[in-house]
């Protein structure tokens, strides 16, 4: 093979040709500046469709945020000592009848008295 001859020098050429488009390629695609000949950046222009796709993402995150704010609303609710309160007191209402701790309040409010 003749390292000097021309038809080396065309393959390199295309090589570093091929490599600059390939790289241009992949840079374009993914939105990042592009280079030109001088080694200069020509920004993409921007276009509607990626202004629109950044408002429903920002959209999107402040939905985001809302829900995490309900979610540790109703975190609280449940953790809370009177929601807890309220579940004893249920509870207490379906144990049966015991005339020897009466504490002069009925408990079974919704049952009928013998006559």
């Known amino acids: 093979m003749d390292w000097g001859g021309p038809g080396f020098v065309l393959t390199i050429i295309a090589l570093s040709t091929a490599g600059w488009l390939?790289?241009?390629?992949?840079?374009?695609?993914?939105?990042y500046d592009l280079e030109d000949e001088?080694?200069?950046?020509?920004?993409?222009?921007?276009s509607g469709e990626i202004k629109q796709l950044r408002a429903e993402n920002a959209e999107l995150v402040q939905l985001l945020k809302d829900q995490g704010r309900r979610m540790e609303v109703l975190e609280r609710i449940v953790t809370d000592k009177g929601y807890r309160l309220s579940d004893e007191i249920e509870?207490?209402?379906?144990?049966p009848d015991d005339k020897t701790t009466d504490s002069?309040?009925?408990?079974?409010?919704?049952?009928?008295?013998?006559?």
């Open 91 to 95: 509870a207490l209402r379906d144990l």
């Open 104 to 115: 002069g309040m009925p408990l079974n409010i919704g049952k009928k008295e013998k006559a």
């Open 38 to 46: 001088w080694g200069g950046k020509t920004t993409p222009k921007d």
């Open 22 to 31: 390939i790289n241009n390629w992949i840079r374009a695609k993914h939105g």
